[in-house]
């Protein structure tokens, strides 16, 4: 069995997915730097998401392997899938916060759920997420008392309150206007440079996530079309990456040739 390179922290090869006759990945590859902020883009509906449930081992993949610090994730080694869970954080898309515990509460159930740290350190360790998530003043509020930012933070003190290696972000500013969408890519790598873990995102946003990441990959038609550094994707003349990027240009000079009494381009 190949190994990853030790400046891997997570290695995906050659995975598929697919639901009845829709195919959704079909032998997508990704090499995740250790210490690193790894963004995945793509259109809606590309399977951003169910890639990033295959590598949090949510989901189970059809074919493929993902390797995390070197070791082969099987159903047939549940140890190093138990190691793995617990070394790695999930940022679900809605948060999944508990409307009916207090921040604190929210903070602390990781550590219940998956250690044997005494209740005195697990208090220690939640408030502590919790401080350096600037949230030290609302340890009694509930979710719902919260501002959508806050909810944001408060989702991000849960999942690294256990310290993890490895934090999956799924579409984390889904539904943000670009001042919010900006705040939470800031916030994102502030904190990953802070607490050192490896992160992977998933967005279709694209200069935001160009200014945050370490390295950035484009899924297309169930395969990462393009992996490298943001500015070799900002340098990039590959069609599918063009069409991608520079969408939002190719929207003001259609719009302009309307304005001159131009027609829209035709669709392939």
Known sequence: MAEAPPSLLLQVKGVHKRFGDNIVLSGTDLDVPRGSLVT???RSGT???????CLA?????DEGQVLFDGKLLTAADPVTRAEFR????????SNALFDSLTALENVRLPLEQTSDASDAEIQERS??????????????????????????RL????AIVTRPELVLFDEPTAGLDPLRRNAVFLMIAKYQRQFGFTAVIVTHDVQEAMAASDRVALLDQGRMHFQGTPAEFAQSTDAVVTSFRDSAVALGTALASLRHG???PTED
């Open 127 to 152: 408030l502590e997420a919790l401080r350096q998530l600037e949230l030290e003043q609302h340890l009694h509020s509930y979710p719902s008392q919260m501002s959508g930012g806050m909810q944001k």
């Open 262 to 264: 131009g027609s829209l």
């Open 86 to 93: 617990r070394r790695c954080s999930f940022l679900f898309q």
């Open 57 to 61: 081992d949510i989901m189970p993949a």
């Open 155 to 158: 989702a991000l003190a849960r």
């Open 47 to 53: 399977g951003k998401s169910v890639f990033l449930k």
């Open 40 to 42: 995945v883009l793509g």
